[in-house]
C-alpha cells in the first residue's frame, strides 16, 4: 500500500515527535551526514527518523528485514516505542531488525555500498543491455589477488567456493565480469519478466486493497494512542 494512503502514519508520527528528544535525532545517520558536509538540514530531514519509527509501530511489528544501513532505524523504533509505552501504557511491540549478514551491505558499482544517490546501482529489473552497461562500469580494483568490487558483487549471485577458481586465475578481468552479466541476468530475467507480465490496473488494485487492509488495523491502533494522549473526548 501507499504510505500516503493511511494518515494515520503522519498522525503518529507527531505524537511520537512529542516524546522523542532532540538529542537523539541529532545522531542519526543522515542527519549528521547533511550538517557535516555543511549542508543546510531541512526539519523534514531531523524528523524523519521518527516517521520511521511510525511505519513500524504502527503495526505491532515484531521483526524488520534491513540492512546494515538501517539498523539504527530500527533501535529508533524501539527507543521511541519504550519511552511512549513508559509515559502511557505498553502500546507498542518493540521491533527487531533481522539483518542477513550475506546481504548487510550490498556493494554498488564504484566500491561503496549500493545507494541510488550514489549512482552506483544495477536495478533489480534491468534489461541485459543495461546490466551489462552497469557491470563493465565496475570499478576494477586490482590492488589484491583479485578484482574485489566485481568479486563482491558476484558472491551476491554464486557461492564463494564456485567462484575461487575463476577468480584464482589473474588477468581476464573482462571474462570474469562477462560471467558476472551472465549470473546477474540469470537471476533477474524471471523477476523482470513477471514485472512485465503485471498491468498498472494489477498494480492499482493491489494498492488499494492493501490501503484498505491497512487503514484498518492503523485506525484501531490510533483509537488507542489517541485515548492515551488525551486527543479524543472519549
Known sequence: FKQSDVSEHTELAWILNCVTPVAMLELAHAYKDTAGKGKEASAGLFIYPVLMAADILLYDT???P???DQRQHVEYARDIATKFNTAFGEVFAKPEPKILKSVAVVPGTDGRKMS???????PLFASKDEITKAVMGIVTDSSGERPENVFAIHTLFRDEKELAKPYGERGNYKALKEMLIEDIDGTLAPM???RDSISDADVKRVLAEGGERARDRASKKMTVVRRLVGATLE
Open 116 to 122: 541510488k544517490s550514489y549512482k552506483n546501482t544495477i
Open 66 to 68: 534491513v540492512g546494515e
Open 192 to 194: 523482470r519478466k513477471r
Open 62 to 64: 515484531a521483526v524488520v
